[in-house]
């Protein structure tokens, strides 16, 4: 019953380097979503899925780009990491159609030194 | 658009004590209310939900009730416990159309209880 899995878990980054989150569901579900998490800032929405081939802009996308090859898996890639983008990822999955309720996953926790 | 204002942590209780976490928001149309919990080191879970105005979502020991003409959707608990230390998100989204389920989240409630 693994729900929502992000691998890595952890990283540390030297700035101007590249690397790719990876999210998988096992739910099912059409939806996936990056978010990163930033203290006292809550979650904000990176990028957005809504079906397999499909992405679309969040509330902060500058400096990522995502993938939805898989109706599965959602990647997160970052191609020249700044410090700005330390912070806790997290992927999540829903299907609306059926309720409104959105699994997350356990997180990454990136730093760009 | 939408927003979601969280009262300001951090919260320490002892633990019996009673509990309220404020959350009001702002939105168009009839958003469907949430609150979410992060555990030490792991990820957010969903603690309970309201989908319509008057609606007491419930878990948990956890309650909170939607309210339309406050904008409000605050948290409760009569008792609490120390294994109830975490991070509380109040969160919204708009159902159906082009939402697409994304969420609006508050900043977070830092919760500390004491033995």
């Known amino acids: 019953n693994a729900g929502v899995t992000q691998t890595p878990k952890f990283r540390v980054l030297k700035t101007g380097q590249s690397m790719t989150l990876l999210c998988a569901q096992d739910m099912n579900h059409e939806y996936m979503y990056w978010y990163r998490q930033d203290p006292g800032m809550g979650l904000r929405l990176i990028h957005y899925s809504v079906g397999e081939g499909t992405t679309a802009k969040g509330e902060v996308p500058d400096g990522y780009n995502v993938s939805r090859l898989k109706k599965q898996n959602f990647l997160l890639g970052l191609e020249s990491a700044a410090p700005s983008q330390t912070s806790v990822y997290f992927c999540?999955?829903?299907?609306?159609?059926?309720?409104?309720?959105?699994?997350f996953g356990q997180g990454t926790r990136l730093t760009v030194v | 658009g939408n927003s979601v204002t969280q009262m300001e942590g951090p919260v320490t209780l002892s633990e019996e004590a009673f509990l309220t976490i404020n959350c009001t928001y702002t939105?168009?149309?009839?958003?469907?209310l949430f609150w979410y919990v992060q555990y030490p080191g792991e990820g957010l879970q969903l603690l309970l939900k309201a989908t319509k105005a008057d609606d007491k979502g419930s878990n948990k020991g956890f309650e909170a009730t939607y309210r339309k003409e406050t904008t409000s959707f605050h948290l409760e608990k009569g008792s609490v416990q120390v294994s109830d230390s975490a991070v509380y998100f109040c969160?919204?989204?708009?159902?159906?159309?082009?939402?697409?389920?994304?969420?609006?989240f508050g900043q977070g409630t830092i919760l500390t209880v004491h033995p």
């Open positions: 999540a999955s829903s299907d609306p159609m059926m309720n409104t309720e959105a699994f």
């Open positions: 969160a919204l989204t708009n159902a159906g159309g082009t939402s697409y389920g994304k969420l609006t």
């Open positions: 939105a168009t149309g009839y958003p469907s």
